[in-house]
């Protein structure tokens, strides 16, 4: 069983046989849905019922441990804002995982979740791994989005999707770890993320240039 | 532990890959813009290549390099074939190739102005006595003083006794009698004004002192540069005339197709301002003119020149449009009809007017009637020129004008100026009717 030690070896010095992976993970969703308190939640454990709007991006680290794996996120908590939204794709290119964000008593944030799913597979890299989180859960008495809709709506994307209250903390620490149990933790996986550029499927191949023949 | 997680969240407007704050949202865009777009993604698509290349050379695996081949040469002929290309960025590089061509073209110029400016000096005017002739010409271009020169700037040969120094009558410089050419001063006059006459050559003339100009060999050949220039600009190609004549002889044609027409037309419609002879002769002439045009095209199409060259294809062209034009505009006249067709036409038109006289003649007959049953009516009135008195005599105006018309007709005729023709017999026509009313009216 996958334990999830809060910071527990971010570095490997004492575990000579353990792996690190890095990657880099980007929260996506409408403005005051939840994002920066899931990831304080993550990170530290906390919980602020005032929390501040984010303001461009906020940067955090944390380190879960993984059988002999350390997978190491980067996280990128964007601002959810409308006018910082032509930031986004700064942050997301190159990210191998993200997590979109909705809350689940407001019918539009899911929406724009939609919306921010389809944006990341149109534009961000194709191996992207995506989560959908329906965040205020603990605050079920006010739902919109039912879970099923939700759900079938994962389902037909290919997202992880979980319901999570950063207040309660339900399913915070599992979604990140659903995560880091579906991105690949091979070398070139490492490699590829040490790069953080996008992958460049053999379809989409740099076309010769056609000038002189 | 680690820090980052514990101590501080970074937030603002972080760079993702430096984590520098901007503090705005538009610098971070333009940092991100300016510093790490390209890189990022140039380097990856590279590596990505390289790494592809590598695998394929260090695996040797041809089945992938031959797909990979395919693909790129499907994809050069399916894909782009068809696409027209766009003009991509261009510079235009005329006004510096100006600039350069016009510098080196200057330099020539000014040099050759400045020696026909003198060779003009030097020509005008010139003092056939030799003493006076030599003072006229170092009066008009100084000479260099040839005391210090003791070889000839141009062979190096030392002067003495036997090679003595002479003199460039146009840039002053000195040089022995080898070294210097002579420019003939018939042609220099040809040069100073291009319409004087031509004089005639005469290459075993052999050129002296006396008949032309010691010139340095320098000066002659910008002169006789210059000569060329003049002389390619103001003759004209022999395909050049040959085509202004063929071009006038097609001037010609246009009218004579259209008087034809016209004179046709006329026929067709049973006048008889011309006659047979007259639409066979201007057929003649159109004829004629075609053939001129033929054969210059055909002279046009046999001048020498390189198949493939553009002259040939000029000349090709030419010969393609003028008989185009003799066989669509020349060649395609009307049928003329024959004699019984003009006949048969001039005899309906005859009748018609017959018809027409007697009907009128009859109406009048009524009225006359109508009239004299009707008392006190006036009696038509006759009203008779003086000079219907005695018709018939040969000093009637109108007959006399009718006779000399008729002259006119006839010379206009012989000279196929057929508009000519057409005005005056309208005129003879209208003459006619005149005097066959006067005839009417003096009978009655």
Known sequence: MATNRTGAAQRPNGA?????????????????VGKSSLVLRFVKGQFHEYQESTIGAAFLTQAIRFDDTTVK????????????????????????????????????????AKNWVKELQRQASPSIVIALAGNKSDLAAKRMVEFEEAQAYADENGLLFMETSAKTAMNVNDIFLAI?????????????????????????????????? | MATANDDEILEGFLCPICKADLKSASQLTNHFESLHQEDQDVLKSLKDIFGKAKTIILNNDNADLKE??????????????????????????????????????????????????????????????PHQRKIHEQDAVPWLDGSSVNLCPNCAKPFHLTRRQHHCRLCGSILCHDCSVFLDIEVAKTIINPSAPKPVSNPELKLTEKNGLRLCEHCYNLIKLRKQVQETRNTKTELVTAYEEMRSLMEQAKPAVAMYEKMCQSLFDGETTYNMSDVNAMRGRIGKLAEGIDLLSKQ????????????????????????????????????LPTEAQIEEVRRQRYERAEKQIQMERERMERE??????????????????????????????????????????????????????????????????????QKLSSRS
């Open chain 1, 16 to 32: 000579p046989q353990t792996k690190v992976c890095q990657f880099k993970l980007v929260l996506l969703g409408e403005s005051a």
């Open chain 1, 73 to 112: 996120f980067e996280i990128w908590d964007t601002a959810g804002q409308e006018r910082y939204h032509s930031l986004a794709p700064m942050y997301y290119r190159g990210a191998q995982s993200a997590i979109v964000v909705y809350d689940i008593t407001n019918q539009d944030t899911f929406g724009r």
């Open chain 1, 180 to 213: 880091a149990n579906k991105l690949p933790k091979s070398e070139a996986g490492a490699a590829g993320a040490a790069g953080g550029g996008r992958r460049l499927a053999d379809g989409e191949q740099p076309r010769p240039s056609q000038c002189c023949k």
């Open chain 2, 68 to 129: 990979t081949f395919a693909r790129a040469l499907k994809f050069n002929y399916q894909d782009y074939y068809d696409e027209e290309q766009v003009i991509g960025v261009s510079r235009s590089s005329t006004d510096y190739f100006k600039g350069v061509r016009f510098s080196r073209l200057e330099r020539y110029a000014t040099e050759t102005n400045k020696l026909l400016i003198r060779l003009d000096k030097l020509i005008c005017n010139m003092p056939s006595d």
């Open chain 2, 300 to 335: 046009i199409v046999s001048f020498p020149a390189e198949p493939g060259t553009r002259q040939a294809r000029l000349q090709n062209a030419i010969r393609q449009a003028a008989g185009h034009y003799i066989k669509e505009d020349l060649l395609s006249l009307r049928k």
């Open chain 2, 368 to 437: 006359r009637q109508r009239r004299e049953g009707a008392p006190g009516a006036a009696p038509p009135p006759a009203l008779t020129p003086a000079g219907a008195q005695h018709d018939d005599d040969d000093d009637n105006p109108l007959l006399e004008q009718m006779n000399i018309i008729r002259g006119y007709i006839k010379e206009a005729r012989q000279e196929l100026r057929f508009e000519e023709v057409a005005i005056l017999e309208a005129n003879l026509k209208e003459l006619k009717k005149e005097y066959k009313l």
